[in-house]
C-alpha cells in the first residue's frame, strides 16, 4: 500500500461517533458535535514552496483550524461531507485558482 492510499485511510487523531467526533490535540481531547458546527470555510496558504490548504471550523465557543497535512486529513474531509454535503471532496481543487491568493471559500454557514 502505498503512501497516499495509508493516508487516505488514516484516522489520525480523530475518532468518530454519530453525532460528531473527537480530535486530540496536543495536550487535550475535545469533542465537536455535528450540530454545533456553524461555519465551515476553507483558505490555503502560501508557503512560497506549495500552498497548504487549511479547513476552519466555527462552533459557538471557538475557531479550530485543521491543515491538509492534520494526519487523518482525508478520512476527516469525508466525514465532513457526510454531514455537510457541500463540502467538496477535494479542497485543493476548489481553491487552488488563481495561485498565491488565500482564496477563501465559506463551504457552509448555518445553525444559529
Keep these: 500500500m502505498g503512501e497516499l492510499e495509508q493516508r ?3 484516522h489520525g487523531a480523530f475518532y468518530y461517533e454519530e453525532d460528531g467526533f473527537f480530535y486530540t490535540f496536543m495536550t487535550e481531547t475535545r469533542k465537536f458535535e455535528w450540530e454545533s458546527i456553524k461555519r465551515i470555510a476553507t483558505y490555503k496558504m502560501d508557503l512560497l514552496t506549495g500552498d497548504q490548504v487549511c ?3 466555527t462552533t459557538d465557543d471557538n475557531v ?5 497535512e492534520t494526519d487523518g ?3 476527516f474531509v ?3 461531507r457526510e454531514q455537510f454535503p457541500g463540502v467538496p471532496a477535494d479542497l485543493g481543487l476548489v481553491i487552488e ?3 498565491f491568493e488565500t482564496n477563501l471559500r465559506v463551504l457552509y454557514e448555518g445553525g444559529g
Design 8 to 10: 487516505r485511510k488514516d
Design 55 to 57: 479547513l476552519e471550523l
Design 64 to 68: 479550530t483550524t485543521f491543515m491538509e
Design 73 to 75: 486529513w482525508y478520512v
Design 78 to 80: 469525508e466525514k465532513l
Design 97 to 99: 485558482q488563481p495561485p
